[in-house]
Every structure is written in C-alpha cells, then in structure tokens.
C-alpha cells in the first residue's frame, strides 16, 4: 500500500518532526556521553593503532663520518649510506630495530683498531639525527672529534617513522608467533569444558527437582567475586610442587596450560552458567509433550528439543567465555610458566623489555579474535527468535529421585571444586610459612611489609569501585534511556550504540595500554588525569560498559514508549517523567548495574595494570605484584579481603534490593 | 558529565598544589624501585634532616618504574629517580633524560659507583648481586649437593630443579645473563646456558621470586640476589645462600637527577644527601656493599666476600648489546616454551 501511495502522490518534502526543547536536551545528553565514549575508547584505541605503525630503524643517511690518517689528517667525508654501499656491511634487514636500538659505528670501518693513533669524525646531517658517544647521547649537525678507543663507542641510534616493520617482525619472531596458537589452544580447551560443565549445572537446576538449588546458585556465583588470578594461586597450594595433592597429578606439572585451564574453568563459569541458565530457564512444556507423545526416547528428545532450544544460550556462552579467557592476563602470569600466551606478552614486552611498540602490536593481534566473536556474537543473537510465545507452558519439571540424585551428586562435585578453590586461599592466607611452619598467623594479612602499596591500595580499591559504581551507573542509565527513548535522530543513536557495544571486544590489557598512549601525552588536554584515581575510574567504566547499557536497555524497552507521548502532552518536561516514572520502575536494573560495576572495579587487573600509580594502587594489582614478588600467602590474603568485600557488597546488594523492591515494585504483582 | 567531574578534579587538585606552594616547603616528586620496607625508612631518616623538602615517592618495581619513565620521555613527572638499577639509568642517560650533577662528597665514593662523565648523570648507593639459594631441607630429601658455582648448576641431578628469573621481563634476569656473558666469553657463555637451560623448572618474571620458590620448597634452587636471600633467611626459610666461585654479576641502585626538573636545587640537596655517610650507613642495613668505602658493617645471614666476588661488570657494553642478547636469549630458549615435566 505504501508503494501505491508512491506512485500516485507527488512526492513532496520529506516530513520532519520540529524538535522541542526536551528532545534538544535529549539529542544534547546523548552527543555528551557519545564524546565521552569516544574520548575515553574511540581514540586511546585509535593512538594505539597508530602506534603500532610506528617503526625505528637506522637511518644511514644521517649520519657523517670523517676519517684522519696516521698525522691526524682529515680525508673527506662520507655518509655512513655511502660506506654501507661499498662495503654492504650492514644487510638492509638489519637496519629495523626496535626504540632501543644501537649500531656501532665501527660497523663501517673493517680496518678499525682501537689502538691505531687515526681520529674519527662524526655528525648528524639533520638535526634529529642521535648517536651516543660512550653514554652521551648527542644530536644534530656539529662535528664530533673522537680518537680510535673512543670511536669505538659511538653506537648511532635508530629514527621514527611510519611502517609495518613491527608486524613483519612479529610474524617471523617465532616466540611471538606462537603465542597466538597457545592462546587458542588454550582458549579453545577452556570454552569446551567450561560451557560444557556450566551446561550440566543450568540443566540440573532448571529440569530437575533436586534439593538446595538455592545455594548452588550461590556458590556458583563466588567465582565472579574473586581476581581470575586467585585460582592460579589456590592451583598452585594443591597441585605445586609442594602442593597438598600434588600426587594425584602424577608428575604433570600444573605450571602451564593445565594450570591455565582449570584456573580458566573456575572463573569463567558463573559467566557461561548465568547465560545457559536463562536459554534453559526458557522452554515450552508442549514440546516436550509432543515428544513424549510421539514416543521419542530421553535421549532423543534432549537432542532435538532442549539442545536446539538452548543452542544460541550455548553460542553466547562459549564466545564468552573464548573472549575471556584469551583475554585474561592474571592467570597465565600466575600459573602459566613457559607456555606463553598473548596476553602475558604485551606486559613482557611493555614492562620487561619496555617496547612499547610491539606490545601495541600484539594488543591489536588480540583485539581480532575478541572482536571477531563479538561479532559472529551479535549475528548469532540476531538470529535468536523468541521461543515463548502468548500461548507458551512454561516447562516444570516432575521429580524423578534417580535423576534428581545424580543432579544433586554432580553439582554438589562442582561446588566442592568452588568453594574448595577458595577455602584453600583462605587457609594459605592464615598459614605462617608454608610449608615448613604450618601454625595460623594473621601475619600475611600485614600487606605493609610487601611490594604491591599495602593496606592503602585495599582501600583504594574500595574507592574505585564505590566512584565505578555509582559514577557508572549514572553514565551508562542515562546513555541507555537517551538513546532508547529520542525520537529520529537515527544515525547518531546507531552510532552510540556501536560504541557503547565496542567495550566487550576490547580486552582490558589493551584498554589500559591504549589509555598509556593517549592520556600520556603532553599535548593532550585530558593529560592532567594521567596518574590520578579520575583515570582509573574512566578505565573501569568504559571497560565495564556494555553489560551495564545491555541490562539499562533490556530494562527500558519494558517500558511502554507510551510513557513519552502522555507526559509530553501533559506538558510534563522529560526529566519529570524519567525521574519520577522510568528511574523508579528501572530500579532493579539500576541496582543490577552498580554492583555489578563495584563488583568488577574490586576484581579487575588487565585494565589497570598500566595506569596505576603508587597513590592508586589496587587490592587487585597488589595480588598479581605481590604474588610477581614471590609474597605468594600475602597475596592469597588480600584476595581473600577482596572476596569478603565483594561479598559483603552482594549481600547489602540483595538486602537493599529486597527493600527497595518492596516500596516501588509493589504493582509488579497482580 | 564524568569530564566535568574530571575538570573539577583537576582544578581541586591544582588548588592544592598551589596552596602547598604557599608553606616554605619545596615538593619533590621521586621515583624509586627501593623495596617497600625500606622505603618509609629512607624516607623518615630524610626529612629528619631536611624537613623543608617533602617527598612524594612513586614506588614500584625495577621495570615498572623504568618503563613508566621512558613513558613518560616527552613530559617527565618526575624530579629526581632515588635508587633505581643502574642498567636502567644508563638506558635513561642514552636518551638523554638526566641532569648531571656532581653531588657534594661525590669523590669520596668507589669510582665504580659514579658515572664516568663529568659532571656524572647517576651516582651509586649499594650494590645487590647474583647468588644462588638453596633450600636445604628440599635438597636433602631428593638427595642433591649443594652447588658451589655456576658450572656447577648444569650437573644433571639438578634436572628440573632450578628457577631463574627471564631475562627478558627482569633486570635480575639479565644481569645474570651478561654476566655469564662477560665471565665465560661469548661462545662459551651460550654454550653454558644452553647446558642451564635443560635443567631449568621454570623462568618466572621477577627476580625475587626464584628466591622466595626456593624459600617456600617450590623449587631447590633459586637463581635470585643476595639481599633477598637474606631476608627470606631471617624469616625462617632454611636456605643456604651460594656464591658461586667464577664470581657474580652484579648492579647497584642509584640515583639522578631529571633533566627539566623544576626543583633543581632541592633535587640537588636530596642527591647530595643520597652519598652522605649517614644515608650509607641507612642502606647498610639491608645491603653489604656499599658505595662508600670503610663503611660497611656485615649483614646478618649475608656472606662476607660478595664484593670480592663481584666481577668487573661492563655496563656500557651490556646497555648496547641488551637488544641482541635478548633477542639471541628468547630464541633460543623462549620458543621452545612447552612446560616441562
């Protein structure tokens, strides 16, 4: 009808509705948190791209040299490109380096001796031209005079430019190269258990009556409390070499991909559970029905009705958990021994051998395949149709002891894996000196003592995630309302919701590095945060984003957009409505958002491993250095005190919820 | 929004600083890799005699504080570095970002604590070195020697037994490779790690930690550095600490001045007071080799010939072949990074 209409009608000037001011201030609110979401992800990431680019090799052309004979007198010059020529001393290849790299001088001179009485002479044929003259670094186009066992030590250094030398290196360093397939590897292993545990802990309780499914629920849920580096140490106090069940490994050495596996399994699983939870919680009673009528055998009908109904819960879950653990850095640092992986490169390329250029090429060989699974991600959900229709029975499942007893067996298995995990911190943090003196002592808990910033960077850490949590929450409901509830504007609410999405596929490691580049330059107006606690909270936020804008959203689209309409027109302005209507009935979400943020500014490491400073230490970078450092019990301690907070947050969390829940949710239930 | 709350940040931030500015008092902003507990030592015993100037230290390890200046090259933060390897303030000279200064006594020093140029870029305070610990209780189960020198570490009964920092994510680790370098001659110093390398357990990233293994029982042997030793002595670990008999690379901490500080003269008081005797006399309480002579007094748990051991170390030469060494280091022994049994 529409194409009728076209062709009968004249086509006129497209109508535009007039924006008022509420729709003004809306669009306005929206380009803000656009520019804050570009400021603090679009161009760090962009400077370290750009970085990465960024090459050093030997410019043989700067440099000049003059020789003297036995009587100190000077020959003519020539450039050290010119000697290179004719001696072809120094292969082209050679002449990438990195920003620490050096090239004797006497490379140019085969007939060199450091005791024959022949002077040399040397300078730049540009300013930026620098050599080192012994230690001395000298610039620009002044003859230097040396003689023979000074010469010696003129080392010319390397000039900037633009390339992608560094890849090329990257690709035919072997060492490098071979990360890329152990982090797969280990990836890959990791998502297949995991999903493959979480599946059977979702489905035990969702389709079985088994008892104490309240605290199963719970106790899956404490690994998120938890630095991912704290199983690596728990691994290590069970199965080190003077681990308590070091036997029952046979001679494996946990050090290494199985150590980063298990340790994966541990933190990844409340992830995997909670989306595979709700694909399983979701099912229609009918279908079952119908299988059953149609004398389908157990077996069968949980592979052509429950698999296919959780199937885009399974894909969700795995890209997840893929994306986690190839991006996570404490574990395999911990734990992982000589099985390098790429995440653990960039912090040995960027804090041990400080090349900072090729740690940004390995960060942005690590945001492919994060950004690839989101991707393949968001196809897959797109593809996601919904399952519960009006006429929908929702599934209830009937008790059957044998099977409810093998459910309460298996899941009791994985929460004693759990909740052993922890207990095992817990009891090293309170041992004196494993293993030699095994008497209970709080002495571990004397953070002051070790490396890591002490007791100070525990409360530092309360104060990051408090500012997250309640700072975030703001930035990411408000984003979410604006671009949810504007009116046109299609192109920029595409556009944010791009990047409010971009921060799941950007791992924290490259987060932080990105945000060295860029907040650490003088000429950046925004320099002034670089060092402070502001920094670290921008980090976290911007890190954290996307679950926050995905709950907000999810939350808000309840919400009928004819709330918008009726107060427009009872010439209620819009922020009447959204505080005294939406906020109120979003409440619970909001609260799902700010602990969430708390929760995970307690526990990050990657994302803010590069931006802390001594007066911002983190609980949470404490563990990894004190654990670096060899204080293995001290750092089991502070994730303990981690733990107990995060704990405690959940737990005011719950009971505040309930609350609150109480006053304003009361019209949910009919 | 969250950039107003920044700027107000910022503005709060740069309110204090000035009104700070206002008392007599001079800020230095230093930075340090000195272990944390001897820090609020240093610190203390400082501004008793100088309380005009405060000190805001930024504290973290050698590779940190190293990669965090370098960082920061075009706009440095900081004033003056107190107490930060050597091998790092020579990577930090090359790039031309210290301020030589010859402090106040700096003659009274060990030459081989004071840069050569004149006026010198960094002067020394105390010197740490290589050495190896061994867990005596661990060793006597399975049954292994003590180790008296480097060559002997390639012995096959200590398969599997040995950590050793990397050299390519320590400072530690690299002194121990240049070191090896330097005392047994290029050909012979590959060969040699070649043979270390078939009984190396694990390499860790820090060089403390090989120590802090040995100390707990996690490994025998702990390719690590004397003061670390002794500490982990002192708190029961039943340790021996080896120097082996070729001799030990070594490095010290040091201190200079940032090229560009505002607060040159009050940067210049702290270096002068870093090489006095009464700071000597401060680091000697956990280090034994001193940069000022005819002070030292024996450590406890420390052996008493470290200096006498330590070898003629070539820091100008292994500053200019670190790229190589590493490079050379990580082929040959990072690639083949399958975990051992």
Known sequence: ????????????????????????????????????????????????????????????????????????????????????????AVPPEKLATSSDGRLPATSFFPDFSFRSPVKYKIRGTTDDASFLIGTQLHHGTEWQEVDSNTFRRIMLRPARALGLENYTTYFSTPTLFRSIQNSFLIALISTIFTVGIAFGFAYALNRSKMRFKGLFRLVAMAPILVPSLLPGIALIYLFGNQGMLKSLLGGISIYGPLGIVIGSIFFTFPHALIIISTALAISDQRQYEAAASLRASKW?????????????????????????????????????????????????????????????????????????????????????????????????????????????????????????????????????????????????FAFGRMDGGGWASYYNSITLS????????????????????????????????????????????????????????????LHAIYGTMAILVVCTVTHFYTVGHLTALTALKQIDREFEPVAASLKQPFYRLFTRVTVPICLP????????????????????????????????????????AGDTAPAAAMGMMIFYTNAFARILHVAVSKGILKRTQAWRAR | MKLRNVTILAAFA?????????????????????????????????TKSHPDIKLNFVRDSTGVVTAKLLAEKDNPQADVVWGLAATSLLVLKTEGMLEPYAPKGVELLKPKFVDKDTPPAWVGMDAWAASICFNTVEGKKLGLTEPTSWKDLTKAEYKGHIVMPNPASSGTGFLDVSSWLQLFGEKDGWAYMDALHENIGAYTHSGSKPCKMAASGETVIGISFEFRAAKSKKEGAPLDIVIPSEGIGWDMEASAIVAGTKNLEAAQTLLDWSISKEANEMYNVGYAVLAMPNVAKPVEFLPADIESKMIDNDFEWAANNRKAILDEWTKRYDAKSEPKS
């Not at chain 1, 979410?480 to 990047?499: I, P, S, W």
């Not at chain 1, 491993?609 to 983190?618: D, E, G, K, N, W």
């Open chain 1, 1 to 88: 009808m529409a194409a009728a209409t076209d062709i009968l009608m004249p086509s006129g000037r497209a109508l535009r509705q007039s924006l008022d001011k509420d729709e003004l201030i809306k669009r306005g609110l929206l380009v803000v948190i656009s520019l804050y979401l570009v400021l603090s992800l679009a161009a760090p990431l962009y400077v370290m791209l750009s970085k990465s680019f960024s090459t050093y090799s030997f410019d043989l052309a700067a440099f000049e040299f003059q020789v003297s004979d036995k009587l100190g007198n000077f020959g003519e010059p020539a450039t050290a490109a010119a000697l290179n020529e004719k001696l072809a």
């Open chain 1, 300 to 444: 069968r009908t949980f592979w052509v009705v429950t698999i296919p109904g959780a199937r885009y819960g399974l894909i969700s879950a795995a890209f997840v958990v893929f994306t986690l653990v190839i991006t996570d850095f404490g574990l395999p640092k911990v734990i992982g021994g000589q099985f390098n992986v790429l995440a653990v490169d960039i912090y040995k390329q960027v804090i041990g051998q400080q090349n900072f250029e090729m740690g940004a090429v390995v960060s942005v060989i690590l945001l492919i395949p994060a950004i690839a699974a989101f991707f393949v991600d968001r196809l897959v959900q797109r593809k996601q149709v919904s399952l519960l229709s009006a006429r929908s029975v929702p599934y209830e499942p009937k008790p059957n002891r044998r099977f409810d007893l093998v459910c309460l067996a298996y899941c009791s298995l994985v929460a004693l894996f759990i909740a052993g995990i922890i207990g095992i911190c817990q009891y090293a943090a309170l041992v004196k000196f494993w293993p030699y003196d095994l008497s209970l002592s709080l002495k571990n």
């Open chain 1, 466 to 525: 408090l500012l997250t949590a309640v700072l975030g929450t703001v930035i990411v409901f408000v984003g979410a309302y604006m671009v949810e509830k504007t009116e046109g504007f299609r192109t920029g609410r595409t556009a944010f919701h791009f990047l409010a999405m971009l921060p799941m596929a950007v791992p924290g490691l490259v987060l932080g590095l990105a945000y060295i580049f860029f907040f650490n330059n003088p000429a950046n107006p």
């Open chain 1, 589 to 628: 979400a909001i609260l799902d958002i700010s602990i969430y943020l708390f929760v995970n500014a307690m526990t990050t490491v990657s994302a803010v491993v590069f931006i802390y400073t001594t007066h911002t230490a983190l609980a949470s970078v404490a563990v990894l250095n004190m654990d670096d």
């Open chain 2, 14 to 46: 740069a309110a204090l600083m000035s009104s700070a500015a206002f008392a007599e008092t001079t800020e230095l902003t230093v930075y340090t890799a000195i272990e944390a507990e001897d820090l609020a030592r240093y610190a203390e015993t400082f």
